[in-house]
T-cell receptor, first 114, second 113 residues
Framework: EAQVTQNPRYLITVTGKKLTVTCSQN?????MSWYRQDPGLGLRQIYY???????DKGDVPEGYKVSRKEKRNFPLILESPSPNQTSLYFC?????????????FGQGTRLTVV | DAKTTQPPSMDCAEGRAANLPCNHS???????VYWYRQIHSQGPQYIIH???NNETNEMASLIITEDRKSSTLILPHATLRDTAVYYC??????????????FGSGTQLTVLP
């Protein structure tokens, strides 16, 4: 089954403790990205990647890092989480061809930083 | 990307057609109209997209006006499981993917029994 898998689904952590949210897709997609969703602010893009070793900032990249060492994986790293990074996070992937592309989203990771 | 305007909420009776409007008056010639939905706090789900012609798939129909300044997503026989936030997104072909989708506030569709 084609899917984007995020782990963990839920995470509660303390301020300053480094964490990684994993994202993996099994569709051989070139494009992957991370979004955060907050009440009243909608979905905002954090980082995206067009292929292995190619990443770029989205709209709200501060406080986050990403890496794309393998095509299927695109982890989101919070080096020193803060309470304002409490949010619902989504990973997405899509193929590179420009026409008729749809993005596939993971089921989300709800992060709470206390 | 062009911005879109959607009503914040709509109700629809179960079994009836749900017609969700979207205004995108500043859309440019090569920009597509995409629709996604988000059920509760799940990941957004792709529904349909189009450029200028009307489109239909197993989930919905998309009607785009001739001047392309607005569109309507039609769910022909809404069910309770169609209750979700529906997002209309205008994007160029190179951005209509996980490269960059700009989500607005969407329309909360509630299907009533």
């Amino acid at each position: 089954e084609a899917q984007v898998t995020q782990n963990p689904r839920y995470l509660i952590t303390v301020t300053g403790k480094k964490l990684t949210v994993t994202c993996s897709q099994n569709m051989n997609h070139e494009y992957m990205s991370w979004y955060r969703q907050d009440p009243g602010l909608g979905l905002r893009q954090i980082y995206y990647s067009m292929n292995v070793e190619v990443t770029d900032k989205g709209d709200v990249p501060e406080g986050y890092k990403v890496s794309r060492k393998e095509k299927r994986n695109f982890p989101l790293i919070l080096e020193s989480p803060s309470p304002n990074q409490t949010s619902l996070y989504f990973c997405a992937s899509s193929p590179r061809q420009t026409m008729n592309t749809e993005a596939f989203f993971g089921q989300g990771t709800r992060l709470t930083v206390v | 990307d062009a911005k879109t305007t959607q009503p914040p909420s709509m109700d629809c009776a179960e079994g009836r057609a749900a017609n969700l409007p979207c205004n995108h008056s500043t859309i440019s010639g090569n920009e597509y109209v995409y629709w996604y939905r988000q059920i509760h706090s799940q990941g957004p789900q792709y529904i349909i997209h189009g450029l200028k012609n009307n489109e239909t798939n197993e989930m919905a129909s998309l009607i785009i006006t001739e001047d392309r300044k607005s569109s309507t997503l039609i769910l022909p026989h809404a069910t309770l499981r169609d209750t979700a936030v529906y997002y209309c997104i205008v994007s160029s072909p190179y951005s209509g993917s996980a490269r960059q989708l700009t989500f607005g506030s969407g329309t909360q569709l509630t299907v009533l029994p």
